[in-house]
């Protein structure tokens, strides 16, 4: 028979409790546990399923309906998604209010409508809202549907009254929106998330439509709901940015059909959304020249390599014993260990200088051959020299002082002669090709980089 028993649950993260409390453990929002009810079937020892039989097929002899991924005519968006939409695909984006998401997926429809039928489900505006900004982006077409509605069931049942016409892409703006009208909670619910999410998947893979939701974000930029959302999905894709400037990074965290290594850089106009075929002439527009404390890296995001700005700030600081340490765009622990690596093995103090490093363009560099060129623009700030501005560097730094080689070294050195660079420093590397009109300088130690850089000034 089935037992009812109560159980809390949070409404920011889905965590569950035997019992209330005023803070969640897990995300730490306050008055979001709520109760909610579940039924427990105890099974008697026979029970053996519904006797429905369960047929099992070679995987090789399934049948994959010929065209697996249709072309978004976004090539940044393609780069991230793994070369397009895959049919049947549940796809997640998510990110801050204002940062562009719905702008992005209005502009997503507008191209996809050209050659396949597509509908804009939206909880959140209406038709004449959504019809003012495709105006402003410039977006038509015959194919482009459009319905107002927050019950996710009755828009599934009234798209499949017409099996012939499906659209072959919907797009949901935003699940938190979504509710079903036999699910007793209110929309936005840990809930109704979960079972709005399951009925647009089931959608989804039994009919082929490739499903776009929309989601939120925390105020900490973990995504709003239950964690089994994310779990649910085939693709998640998060879009960052600062408000306050024009860049966006639209950066896959899971996907079924490709890496999760790709971005794909966006700049936001008055008209809409514009790609951003070259990031690094992007991240290096508007670089002061002669000025302490600068550095460029050559990073990597996922098969792309991009030169990115590192800025150095030290200060002497104003409260004692105690230095700020302040990292943007950088990992803050990495940031501590590399001011301890200077300390110790180069001589340079700076305990008592406050540091700030920022990396240029709101992009996040997260990979250790970075670390060279955060070294030497906490060297530059601290002494007040400028480096080469015609110099690029990378390299991974050990707690020994020495620099490790990383991959993809010929990748690295021929985008920065191809943007300008005329010198790179890296660690010494064997099996790679110099290219022609770049002077690199391989060195073993953040200590030999440091006296390489002040003998040639």
């Given at each position: ?27 730490g ?36 309906h010929?065209e ?20 049947g ?95 007793a ?54 879009f960052?940015g ?51 404390g ?143 009109g ?20």
């Amino acid at each position: 028979m089935p037992k009812t028993t109560a159980l809390f649950k949070c409404g920011e993260c889905g965590k569950e409790y035997p019992k209330w409390q005023g803070r969640c453990n897990s995300c730490g929002s306050f008055n979001k546990i709520e109760e909610v009810e579940t039924e427990t079937t105890v099974l008697p020892p026979s029970f053996t399923g519904n006797n429905k039989a369960v047929r099992f097929a070679k995987l090789g002899d399934i049948n994959t309906h010929g065209e697996t991924r249709r072309t978004t005519h976004i090539k940044e968006l393609d780069r991230v998604l793994g070369g397009g939409l895959v049919k049947g695909s549940l796809v997640l984006i998510a990110g801050e209010p204002g940062i562009g998401k719905s702008t992005l997926m209005l502009q997503l429809c507008g191209w996809l409508a050209n050659d396949m039928k597509v509908a804009y489900l939206s909880g959140e505006e209406s038709g004449s809202q959504v019809k003012l900004r495709a105006n402003r982006l410039k977006i038509g077409g015959e194919n482009l549907m459009f319905a107002a509605e927050t019950d996710c069931g009755s828009v599934i049942s009234s798209l499949l009254q017409d099996k012939d016409n499906l659209p072959d892409v919907l797009v949901v703006d935003s699940i938190q929106t979504m509710a079903r009208s036999d699910v007793a909670s209110s929309a936005g619910s840990v809930t109704q998330v979960r079972e709005c999410a399951a009925l647009l998947m089931k959608f989804a893979k039994t009919y082929g439509v490739a499903v776009l939701i929309v989601g939120h974000v925390n105020k900490d930029g973990s995504f709003a709901g239950p964690k089994v959302l994310e779990h649910i999905v085939d693709t998640v894709l998060s879009f960052e940015g600062d408000k306050e400037h024009n860049y966006r990074i639209l950066r896959a965290q899971k996907n079924r059909f490709g890496a999760t290594n790709e971005i794909g850089v966006f700049e936001m106009r008055s008209d809409g959304l514009r790609e951003v075929a070259n990031p690094s002439e992007l991240m290096l527009s508007g670089r002061p020249l002669g000025v302490a404390g600068i550095s460029v890296v050559c990073a990597l995001e996922g098969n792309r390599t991009i030169l990115a700005e590192v800025q150095a700030l030290v200060a002497k600081s104003a409260y004692g014993g105690n230095p700020r340490r302040v990292s943007a765009g950088f990992d803050y622990n990495r940031l501590c260990l590399i001011i301890a690596v200077l300390e110790k093995r180069t001589g340079f103090l700076f305990s008592a200088c406050d540091v700030y490093v920022n990396i240029i363009g709101g992009l996040t560099v997260d990979e250790p051959a970075a670390d060279l060129a955060v070294a030497l623009a906490l060297f530059s700030g601290l002494c007040d020299k400028p480096l080469d501005e015609h110099l690029a560097v990378f390299g991974e730094l050990g707690l020994g002082g020495e620099l490790r080689s990383v991959s993809r070294t010929d990748e690295r050195l021929n985008e920065a002669m191809r943007l300008g660079f005329t010198k790179a420093v890296m660690p010494h590397t064997t099996g790679f090709k110099k290219p022609k009109g770049l002077e690199v300088n391989e060195v073993k130690s953040l200590e030999e980089a440091i006296r390489h850089l002040t003998s040639s000034s």
